[in-house]
């Protein structure tokens, strides 16, 4: 049995306008576990940053239990949290001035006298969250001078050296280009199975959750929270549940969401691979409908349509456009 | 190393500071010269008498309320700028200037503007710093109230912004009705002045000073934490609602108590930390406040005498100094390119 950290029993959570409450989140139940790295996704407008604000304590619980190590976050002081759960945000807040050493120093304030004096034990914790990240190279450069997928790993790096069992990151990728957000997240993936931290990501990038999440927290108007495998929930169809609507589905051979197949009568013979993406471009212009079909020819990649031959998809389009 | 840079760089800004001191006390419509002070005041032999007058009750204590203004005004603004995350925020954002020209303006136009006749005359020292002290008391009582009932420390920001010009209109208005020597008693306050401090004065303001600094010494690990933000510093165990009043009564006392003595003195708060930030390379609070305070010293010290117009009996007011000296400071930082970045 995995240890849980983390517990939420019928939690109901919501905010004050004027005199009226407005719930956001009803009934919500889920575990984090230790060594796990959950992603928690969900459409915008839907709770998640309520939920997070809950965990990290800045917003009491109305109904049900939210508890951190078998004790409920309302009661822990904002001091005692802090030494037990730490965050990384996604909006990009960085003095400039500030070297990538002194930021992840930060994280030890929970845990130092008034002054903020490092002992061995602190610089033997910042050390190791710099290896855990790989910024050592970079302890004495600048905030101003790194990238931002390396600040945001540096604020990670921050969040470790913190020391805390749980660490909660809102949307740490958001602002990172698609080879930052994987690293970003197999990174933390690590260090939630070799660090025995539990670690909650919030994100909208399903096909990263898929792949490197331990467990998956759907999050959708009006239906209960789904808990579980990635695997589990894809096979089950659950992931559906994220996509309202009937325009777009989630493509299980393929892991990932596509706009449903709008039965499109045009038949394309020749390689798998150039069909399907002959067919993703008919379908964005439109075309639905062929009066003939088109061969395909590797190699020198021709399309023949009508006898007509076309080397690349744009010009086929053009022609069928005209027509 | 860095650190070694970092204590060089006190140990250089110290001798400054000392040689601005110096200068400063030096300098005058009667030049006295270094070895004749330090003879006067280790071996108590003055050249004439009315130099021991001149060192001892006037430039002396003139020299020590720059250092204090300097101190407590750039630490005031590093506070500032810090807890609002805002790189033009200062000592004055919360009204408190305002509010202590306001009582200083009661004082002495509101008199004249009603009739009264008799305050513009003898008005005493006292007087005016008891005013300037209320009023800034009273406008920071009235913003903290608000503070108390709000989240966002942009909103107290732009309350405090409020606060300052509703508080500067009441002013505009008693000077529309007052004669006009009040008026010109009160132009001449609004320009500042270092100088006119007897001794006992001289000895509250020091010893409120030193009372203003404490709440920073208190919270500086707190300070670097709000670096981040305020959502950041929470998830640190720091609490902002606290630490904002620590900052409420420190800026308070600091600035509010300044303004009283020596009237509003523009730029040193904006232009100072900035200055502390470029030289050390440093975003430390722990590095920040001891290195704003130097350089707010530096900087008052050289001002006063830039005013004094060597030679000439004439003296121009600090205010109008510092603001020559730190606006095209503050021009020149924001027009540097990575300005907003390195803050």
């Known amino acids: ?323 | 190393m860095k650190n070694s840079r970092q204590i060089l760089l006190f140990f250089l800004l110290v001798l400054v500071l000392v040689f601005s001191f110096l200068l400063n006390i030096s300098l005058g419509s009667v030049s006295i010269y270094p070895n004749e002070i330090f003879e006067g005041l280790f071996a108590n032999s003055w050249l004439k008498n009315s130099h021991a007058q001149i060192i001892l009750n006037y430039r002396l204590p003139k020299a020590l309320v720059a250092v204090l203004a300097g101190v407590g005004l750039s630490l005031s603004g590093l506070q500032m700028q810090t807890f609002f995350r805002n790189p033009l925020a200062g000592p004055f954002v919360l009204g408190i200037s305002s509010g202590a020209g306001l009582g200083v303006a009661i004082l002495m136009l509101a008199g004249s503007a009603f009739g009264i006749a008799a305050l513009s005359g003898g008005m005493s020292a006292w007087a005016i710093v008891g005013a300037g002290t209320l009023g800034a008391g009273l406008v920071m009582v009235l913003v903290s109230l608000v503070a108390w009932r709000i989240q966002d420390s942009m909103t107290l920001l732009i309350i405090g912004l409020m606060f300052g010009s509703a508080v500067s209109a009441i002013v505009s208005v008693l000077s529309y009705f007052s004669g006009a020597d009040a008026l010109k008693l009160f132009t001449v306050w609004s320009m500042g002045s270092l100088g006119g401090l007897n001794w006992s004065q001289v000895s509250v303001l020091s010893l409120v000073v030193v009372v203003g600094i404490m709440p920073i010494i208190i919270s500086v690990k707190s300070y670097n934490a709000m670096l981040l933000g305020e959502r950041y510093a929470k998830s640190m165990g720091v609490n902002p609602t606290y630490l904002r009043w620590m900052m409420i009564i420190s800026t308070g006392l600091l600035a509010g108590s300044i303004t009283a003595f020596c009237g509003p003195i523009a730029f040193v708060g904006i232009a100072v930390p900035h200055l502390a930030r470029m030289i050390w390379k440093s975003a430390d609070h722990r590095v920040l406040f001891p290195a704003s305070a130097i350089i707010g010293s530096i900087l008052l010290l050289l001002c006063d005498a830039a005013s004094q117009l060597p030679g000439s009996a004439q003296m121009l007011p600090i205010n109008a100094v510092t603001s020559l000296v730190g606006a095209p400071i503050v021009i020149g930082l924001v027009l540097r390119k990575n300005f907003s970045k390195e803050f």
């Open chain 1, 1 to 323: 049995m995995k240890k849980s950290v983390l517990i939420a029993k019928n939690l109901t959570l919501g905010y004050f306008s004027g005199k009226s409450k407005k719930p956001v989140l009803k009934n919500l139940s889920f575990q984090l576990f230790e060594n796990e790295l959950t992603c928690l996704l969900g459409p915008n407008g839907v709770g998640k940053s309520t939920l997070v604000k809950s965990i990290l304590g800045q917003l009491p619980t109305w109904e049900g239990e939210l508890s951190l190590n078998g004790k409920l976050i309302d009661t822990f002081s904002n001091l005692e949290l802090s030494k037990q759960l730490s965050v990384v945000l996604s909006e990009p807040v960085f003095p400039g001035n500030m070297t990538v050493g002194q930021l992840v120093a930060l994280g030890r304030i929970p845990h130092t006298g008034w002054t903020g004096r490092l002992d061995n034990h602190d610089r033997g914790l910042i050390e190791n969250a710099l290896y855990l990240t790989k910024m050592e190279s970079l302890k004495d450069e600048r905030l101003v001078e790194i990238s931002d997928g390396q600040r945001q790993k540096a604020m990670i790096a921050r969040a470790l050296a913190q020391d805390g069992k749980v660490m909660v990151l809102d949307e740490p990728t958001a602002h990172l280009d698609l080879v930052n957000r994987y690293q970003i997240m197999h990174l933390l993936r690590d260090i939630a199975s070799k660090q025995g931290k539990s670690i909650l990501v919030v994100t909208h990038d399903l096909e990263i959750a898929l792949e490197t999440a331990d467990r998956l927290l759907l999050l959708n108007e009006s239906l209960p929270l789904i808990s579980g495998l990635p695997e589990d929930l894809v096979l089950t169809g659950q992931l559906d549940r994220l996509l309202p609507g009937e325009e777009f589905q989630f493509n299980i051979e393929k892991g990932k969401i596509e706009q449903k197949n709008i039965d499109s009568e045009v038949i394309l013979k020749g390689n798998q691979t150039i069909a399907f993406w002959v067919k993703k471009a008919l379908q964005k212009a439109n075309i639905r409908r062929l009066n003939a079909p088109i061969f395909i020819t590797e190699g020198d990649f021709t399309l023949i349509y009508l006898e007509k031959e076309f080397h690349r998809i744009g010009d086929l389009i053009d022609f069928l456009g005209e027509s």
